[in-house]
C-alpha cells in the first residue's frame, strides 16, 4: 500500500511539470540568467557586487531609480553597488558624461540631478557641449571637468564599453548584474510572472535580487 502510494506521488509530481517561476523563488532560465563566463568583480571584501548597466535617458532606469535607492540603503555594508552606463551609439555623450563624473567622484551625487534634467526638465544632454554646460551650471569646476573629460583614462573606457557590454551580454537597460555571474532585469521578471501587477513589478525585481545576493553570499562562505 505505502508502495502503491508512492508511485502516485511520483506520478502526479511527474505530471505536474516544472515548478513555476516565482520571484521569491527564482529559476535560472526564467527570473535570472547565469553567465556562461563569470566577470571578474572588484575587491570588497565580503561584499556582493552589484551593478546596473543603465542609460541616463531611460524611462524605465529613470522609474527604477527610488525603489533600487531605497534597496541599495537597505543592503548596507552587504553589497558594494556601482553603476555602468551602457553606451547607445559610438562615443555616446550620455556615457562619456558618466565617466566624467565617475573620474570626478562625481557620478552618485549628481546622478539624481542627471535624471532630473533628463526626466523632469526634459532638458536633452545630447552632445559634449549639453554636458559641459550642464556640468557648470551644477557648480562643477570647469577645467576640472573638462580636464576629466578630455582625459586618457576616461576616453579608453568609453571607447570600450561595448566591449565591455558584450562581456556581460547586456543588451538593455535597466540589468541588474549580481556578482559577475547572475542578470536580472525587471522586463526578464515581468515576462515570466505575467501575473504580477505593473505596480509591484519593482518589489518582484528586488525579491529576485535579494536571492542572487544570498546566493552569491553562499557561494562566497563555501
Known sequence: M???????IAAALLSAGPAPASPAVPRNGAEYLTLATPMPVAPAGKKVEVIEFFMYHCPACNALEPALAAWVKKQGDAINF???HMPHMPNDPEAHLFLALEALQLDASMHDKVLHTWHVERQRLRTDDDNLAWAVKQGIDKQKFLDAYNSFGVTTRLRNLDKLMNS???DSTPTLVIHGR????PSMVMEKNPDVPRASLEAATFQVVDALVQKAQQEMAK
Open 168 to 170: 556581460y551580454h547586456v
Open 82 to 84: 556601482r553603476r555602468i
Open 182 to 185: 547572475y542578470l536580472t532585469s
Open 2 to 8: 505505502r508502495l502503491l502510494r508512492a508511485a502516485l
